[in-house]
T-cell receptor
Framework: DAGVTQSPTHLIKTRGQQVTLRCSPK?????VSWYQQALGQGPQFIFQ???????QRGNFPDRFSGHQFPNYSSELNVNALLLGDSALYLC????????????FGPGTRLTVT | QQQVKQSPQSLIVQKGGISIINCAYE??????FPWYQQFPGKGPALLIA?????SEKKEGRFTISFNKSAKQFSLHIMDSQPGDSATYFC????????????FGSGTQLTVLP
């Protein structure tokens, strides 16, 4: 049973650039949530996708956008990168109606220089 | 009201000892309280979770104690082992918010051999 997978593992970008991160949910799951984890802090909720639509959004600017595909995989896009966007980006999957558990992937480490 | 406060920030325990991490919340709408374990460079792994209709839940060496009136919950790790050395995060979620997780700031646990 495949767990949550994310790609790439690491990424280095320059200020002002755009980045796309990818996530495949755990087998059988239909919902994907994205979190940002700054160094030494707890993860912060960015948004959640279900049925290919953004279902809920945290306190993040519009530079952060996403997409969910019919196979439930998801992308996180960040435009106009800032130094402060450097963080570990985590994807978590869950199943609507299947309980409250969210399972996290290994994350993508984004460094903005 | 969305905050979850976690303490201590760091904890050092001898092998075989009991590790105790505490969390407090303000939002009484929270109704699901998971604990996650995170190793360096990895995503958070779900350890154990509790709903407010019970005061304690035990899974192996891990126990959650929940005090609804005090709006506090804690993680107890019995017979702590060096392999338990990691960062532990408490979290909370509620219905009507897509079950987004609000995390504590984390506790770095070191178990000495």
């Amino acid at each position: 049973d495949a767990g949550v997978t994310q790609s790439p593992t690491h990424l280095i970008k320059t200020r002002g650039q755009q980045v796309t991160l990818r996530c495949s949910p755990k087998s059988g799951h239909d919902t994907v949530s994205w979190y940002q984890q700054a160094l030494g802090q707890g993860p912060q909720f960015i948004f959640q996708y279900y049925e290919e639509e953004e279902r809920q959004r945290g306190n993040f600017p519009d530079r952060f956008s996403g997409h969910q595909f019919p196979n439930y995989s998801s992308e996180l896009n960040v435009n106009a990168l800032l130094l402060g966007d450097s963080a570990l980006y985590l994807c978590a999957s869950s199943l609507v109606g299947g309980g409250y558990e969210q399972y996290f992937g290994p994350g993508t480490r984004l460094t903005v220089t | 009201q969305q905050q979850v406060k976690q303490s201590p920030q760091s904890l050092i325990v001898q092998k075989g000892g009991i590790s105790i991490i505490n969390c407090a919340y303000e939002n009484t709408a929270f109704d699901y309280f998971p604990w996650y374990q995170q190793f360096p460079g990895k995503g958070p792994a779900l350890l154990i979770a509790i709903r407010p209709d019970v005061s304690e839940k035990k899974e192996g060496r891990f126990t959650i104690s929940f005090n609804k009136s005090a709006k506090q919950f804690s993680l107890h790790i019995m017979d702590s082992q060096p392999g338990d050395s990691a960062t532990y995060f408490c979290a909370a979620s509620r219905s009507g918010s897509a079950r987004q997780l609000t995390f504590g700031s984390g506790t770095q646990l070191t178990v000495l051999p």
